[in-house]
């Protein structure tokens, strides 16, 4: 291999002539004797040695950057000084491509939350507070999920515009992660794309890309276990296998959309990766040791859990969460599909436009059967995410971004692979660089009012539309403006992100107060407890929100409670403040004593409600 690799020595004194060296001068230089032959063995530059015209097809081997460019270098008939000065264009363009993400993305620091991510964010805190999940706050997530938000709570010191800042740096380490997993499987010039496409599709607006969801923290954790794990099953390292199962069973228990993640790492394992030495029967004894790391990170918190006692009211939650989900007919999901993809389509038409003709550029472009086959693993697995609940969330296409970038990198390696078949090889180089440049410009340009002039009350209505995200931080506002230190504060809806904006808690453990309407076992206790805590120490204020989506009630809903404390919030509150929305969105502000003889005219609103007496009771 090293001698077709070098040619014939008018080849080699034609490459020393012009400034190129010889493959098996790299050989020795980096690599050394092979371990099981004794021979020296030049490992080949994946998709150079197919992409480009005149290369030779050598044995894949994932490559040593060092080679990997002396060998793009001398396939492509440069220089080394030619192309060095290329090659440091690389980390400039991502340089600037990241630094221009954080800067769109930080500018949205001071966006209202959305109900979800206060939750989250919430739930952090009480963690912080010396909470125990499913215990002193009743929420229906994976205990992932608590424990990373109370890691981002305390980092920001409960400050949400640095939660924004924070989780924009966990994109952008997701984005080089991105990058080096492209790297291995697709070359540097498809991996720079890539990160181009993932950086444009995680701004979009439609995904919630501004926000601070946990769908941000799946991605960095799964592309961070599936490269650690494509570089230990390279390099036959047991404990790296152990690392690779650990942060992908961390994605799986923050969001359990990331099992898919886990399953494809799995498979991958199994059948996409070349065997060494045993085959299959040595690759799967190494499967143990993937799901050892799982074991490793499971284990702890499943423990600490019991030893809480929290397990009765994990099995309580999930028999709720499960009947949330079978709310959802398969009729219901065919018909919101198209209306969500219509509109994820129009945020960043130009990246779903390369990413859907990039997916049949999987099949035909030039890969190798491996990486063939693990690109088309991964996108179907990341398809796979965005289905659990039938709802298909703007949020959960965040999980489905990484393997949309990939399909517009192999597209750009189409094009090039193309271009250098019919034009002078030198000139095919930088044509992975143009396409991302081109393309990131482009739709910045379309896109440059929502991203740097942005007003945060209509981007919420363009993708949230009627929920009453802007109005929660006005009322949070207007109670924060008469709360006096102890004053507490009920919310009637689930929109916890008021307690967040007023720095209070719920005075019960039940932050979703939709659960006082759903039909179960323990209905009436939980009722019964909700009652029993605000009697005991009855808030100051109290918020109403009366818009469907803060309570997405059940076909079989009880909603007694909530009758019954409307009564009782009439006789001992006064209603301060309206805010409600007609059908196309303006708001009505109705502030003082104009508010108490005020009628709505609508059913969306929410108003807010002192007691009569001034002060806690």
């Excluded at 990160?195 to 946990?214: E, K």
Aim: net charge positive; with cysteine.
């Amino acid at each position: 291999r090293v001698a077709n690799a070098c040619g014939s020595p008018e080849d080699v004194r034609a490459r020393k002539d012009r400034g190129g060296s010889c493959p098996a001068t790299w050989s020795k230089a980096l690599h050394g004797p092979c371990k099981r032959t004794g021979s020296r063995q030049f490992r080949a530059f994946p998709l150079g040695a197919r992409a480009l015209p005149g290369a030779r097809t050598f044995r894949s081997r994932p490559h040593h950057p060092r080679v990997a460019s002396s060998y793009f270098a001398d396939v492509a008939g440069l220089s080394m000084q030619e192309y060095g000065r290329l090659k440091y264009v690389r980390p400039v363009f991502l340089a600037i491509l990241l630094l221009t993400y954080a800067w769109v993305r930080i500018g949205f620091r001071d966006i209202p939350l959305e109900r979800d991510e206060g939750a989250y964010v919430y739930m952090g805190g009480v963690l912080l507070d010396g909470g125990v999940p499913y215990i002193d706050l009743l929420e229906p997530k994976p205990p992932g999920l608590f424990y990373t938000y109370a890691l981002l709570y305390a980092i920001s010191g409960g400050d949400l515009a640095w939660m924004h800042v924070w989780m924009a740096l966990l994109v952008t380490g997701s984005a080089l992660l991105l990058h080096a997993l492209a790297c291995r499987w697709m070359g540097q010039g498809a991996a720079m794309v890539s990160v181009a496409a993932f950086v444009g599709l995680s701004m979009s607006l439609q995904a919630s890309g501004f926000s601070i969801q946990s769908e941000h923290i799946v991605v960095f954790f799964s592309l961070a276990g599936l490269l650690v794990l494509d570089r230990s099953l390279e390099k036959g390292s047991w404990s790296g296998l152990v690392l690779a199962g650990m942060l992908l069973c961390w994605s799986v228990i923050t969001k359990l959309n990331g099992v898919f993640f886990a399953l494809f790492g799995t498979v991958y394992a199994l059948f996409a990766h070349p065997a060494r030495e045993g085959g299959r029967v040595k690759m799967l004894g190494r499967l143990p040791l993937l799901g050892g790391g799982a074991l490793v990170v499971l284990v702890p918190v499943l423990v600490v859990l019991w030893a809480q006692a929290a397990w009765a009211h994990i099995w309580l939650w999930a028999d709720l969460a499960t009947d949330y989900v079978a709310r959802m007919t398969w009729a219901d999901a065919m018909s919101l599909l198209p209306r969500r993809m219509e509109v994820m389509l129009r945020d960043a038409p130009v990246w779903w436009a390369l990413a859907c003709l990039g997916m049949p550029a999987i099949m035909v472009g030039p890969l190798m059967q491996r990486q063939r086959v693990a690109l088309g693993l991964f996108v179907v697995a990341s398809l796979l995410t965005v289905v659990p609940g039938w709802r298909f969330f703007g949020h959960y296409f965040l999980m489905l971004f990484p393997a949309l970038a990939l399909c517009v990198g192999q597209l750009a390696n189409v094009i090039a692979h193309w271009m250098g078949a019919r034009i002078e090889q030198g000139r095919a180089l930088p044509v992975h660089l143009i396409f991302a440049i081109g393309v990131f410009v482009v739709d910045l340009c379309m896109q440059r009012m929502k991203y740097f002039e942005p007003d945060h009350t209509a981007v919420l209505r363009y993708v949230y539309t009627s929920n009453p995200f802007p109005e929660a931080r006005m009322v949070a506002d207007l109670i924060n403006s008469r709360k006096r230190p102890g004053d507490g504060v009920f919310v009637m809806g689930f929109e916890p992100q008021i307690y967040l904006y007023t720095d209070t808690r719920s005075p019960t453990r039940w932050l979703n107060t939709n659960a006082l309407m759903y039909v179960h076992p323990l209905a009436d206790s939980v009722r019964s407890e909700v009652r029993h805590a605000l009697a005991a120490n009855p808030p100051r204020f109290v918020v109403w929100s009366q818009h469907f989506t803060s309570w997405m009630p059940p076909p079989r809903s009880d909603q007694s409670f909530l009758e019954s404390y409307w009564n009782e919030l009439h006789r001992d509150y006064r209603v301060i403040a309206w805010f409600e929305q007609d059908p196309t969105f303006n708001l009505t502000v109705v502030i003082g004593d104009e508010a108490s003889s005020y009628t709505p005219k609508g059913d969306r609103y929410i108003f807010l409600a002192e007691r009569k007496d001034g002060a806690d009771t």
